[in-house]
């Protein structure tokens, strides 16, 4: 079993729809991060968070540390938002795991 | 906000050839990077962690003298994939612990673009 699991493992959206992608772990952390790969393989760190919710632009990612629990919204989604997003936990000492991602395709 | 910027985005090498892949923080002080190999349609996998100043720790089957890693300033780290075979191709990143009080992040961490490799 992997420590980090991620659903759904594959989306498709129409445009403007509102999307939820969940994370869910079995350790214990000090940090989790939502990441955003693209087709190219680049990745863009979207939050690190350590409780509650935080917010950037269309993008909201909220944390559960008692139910070890993460979830990334998306809202007004849109077709550039069509990439892999990673969910990667830190453990206290430092060792990151991943997530396998995510794949979302929004559709115009 | 903290960047890191790693380079080359993409390269393509020549089997038997070696491959220098550089990570840089631009606006903190990074003590540990890690660097990470991303197969296809697969989870990130680290490979080892890199101290400035010290030998790199490498993840149990990785091999060290294949993934040279020199850490020589709290700003650059670089991995060295040396005699590269087709089997080397992948997505290799980075990512860089901010050193405490240096920089925006508030001892934070911070992924590079990453860099994809193919060796014909």
């Known amino acids: 079993k992997n420590e980090v699991e991620q659903s759904p493992q594959n989306l498709t959206a129409q445009e403007g729809e509102f999307i939820t992608i969940n994370c869910s772990y079995s350790?214990?952390?000090?940090?989790l991060h939502w990441l955003q790969q693209h087709p190219g393989g680049g990745i863009v760190s979207l939050f690190m968070l350590s409780s509650g919710k935080k917010k950037h632009g269309r993008l909201i990612a909220t944390i559960n540390i008692q139910e070890k629990h993460s979830s990334l919204h998306i809202t007004a989604s849109h077709p550039r938002d069509s990439a892999v997003y990673i969910c990667?936990?830190?453990?206290?000492?430092?060792?990151?795991?991943f997530g396998t991602g995510t794949s979302l395709t929004v559709i115009p | 906000g903290a960047v890191v910027s790693q380079h080359p985005s993409r390269v393509i090498c020549k089997s038997g050839t070696s491959v220098k892949i550089e990570c840089r923080s631009l606006?903190?002080?990074?003590?540990?990077m890690f660097w990470y190999r991303q197969f296809p349609k697969q989870s990130l996998m680290l490979m080892a962690t890199s101290n400035e100043g010290s030998k790199a720790t490498y993840e149990q089957g990785v091999e060290k003298d294949k993934f040279l890693i020199n850490h020589a300033s709290l700003t650059l780290s670089t991995l060295t994939v040396t005699s590269a075979h087709p089997e080397d191709s992948s997505f290799y990143i980075c990512?860089?612990?901010?050193?405490?009080?240096?920089?925006?992040?508030?001892?934070?961490?911070?992924f590079g673009s990453g860099t994809r490799l193919t060796v014909v």
């Open positions: 606006d903190f002080q990074a003590t540990t």
């Open positions: 990667a936990v830190r453990r206290i000492g430092n060792q990151f795991y």
């Open positions: 990512s860089a612990r901010e050193t405490p009080g240096t920089g925006v992040l508030g001892y934070g961490y911070t």
């Open positions: 350790v214990g952390i000090s940090a």
